[in-house]
């Protein structure tokens, strides 16, 4: 069929007239900016197109509810990313209701209002996507939305605003106590890695350790630092590629710090 007669058919078994078919189609090929292709059939369309077309039929018939199963993944990261706006953009001007499952962590952020984590078919936490990056409610969300540095250790003290954490090589930690049992417990501080601080001024942070470079990559728009802190040898540090960022080598030496509020002591698994 061609891109018309795709987006036609829904509408035709709902035995639809041909002027409200046509006029829907019409505002359908508009929405995904197709409105040159109608007469076009699949095979001499990229493969974007394919995915427009795919859209608008699902959403040609005006639903009040859309479900997407990982639409996206056969498509390059280049292509992936702009109908991920795409659909986005869509949704919000049609103010359709959409569930999109999706395994990438990145995808569930640029899209959703609101997201839903599950493990083992259990939803572990259901928040907008700022809540669940910043404010994890337990270490699998943590470890699953996003890059996040992991240490364990024993709760030494607690309070409803702090914890301290005592890590394998004595080090102390103070976090933010969010899901922590009681002092003597297991307890997995969450941190990210865009914020840590390469060599902070003593004194003001409250966590500030010497670590060892074991590696520097370099991502364009930021590096990504690999170092040896707290018994950990694989504690990732990104910093923006800017002027003034530190020039690191393998094997040098620095200071690293992090806030009480930015570190968050979790549950031991």
């Known amino acids: 069929m061609t891109v018309e007669e795709n987006l ?120 907008t996507p700022e809540e669940l990056y910043e404010r994890p409610v337990n270490a699998f969300v943590a470890q699953f939305i996003g890059e996040n540095n992991r240490l364990k250790g024993d709760v030494i003290s607690l309070d409803s605003q702090r914890c301290q954490v005592k890590v394998p090589n004595g080090d102390v930690i103070t976090a933010k106590p969010v899901a922590v049992g009681k002092e003597g417990e297991i307890s997995t501080l969450s941190l990210r890695p865009e914020r840590i601080i390469i060599n ?28 040896k802190v707290c018994e950990s040898d694989e504690f990732i540090i990104k910093t923006p590629n800017a002027e003034g960022h530190p020039n690191l080598r393998r094997g040098d030496m620095i200071r690293i710090g992090w806030s009480e509020e930015d570190c968050r002591a979790l549950d031991a698994s």
């Open 8 to 127: 036609a058919f829904p509408l035709q078994v709902r035995n639809l007239s041909k002027s409200e078919i046509e006029d829907k189609v019409r505002r359908a090929l508009d929405m995904v900016r197709l409105s040159d292709f109608g007469h076009r059939r699949p095979a001499h369309l990229s493969g974007g197109q394919q995915q427009r077309v795919a859209v608008a039929r699902a959403l040609v018939f005006e639903p009040e509810l859309v479900l997407m199963d990982e639409p996206l993944g056969a498509l390059d990261k280049n292509l992936r990313e702009e109908m991920q706006y795409e659909i986005k953009h869509i949704q919000e001007d049609l103010g359709v209701t959409m569930i999109y499952v999706t395994h990438d962590q990145s995808e569930a952020l640029t899209m959703s209002d609101r997201i839903a984590v599950f493990n083992d078919g259990i939803v572990q936490q259901l928040a």
């Open 200 to 227: 902070p001024s003593q004194g003001t942070l409250p966590n500030i350790f010497d670590a060892q470079v074991e590696e520097v990559i370099y991502l364009g728009d930021h590096l990504r630092t690999r170092v």
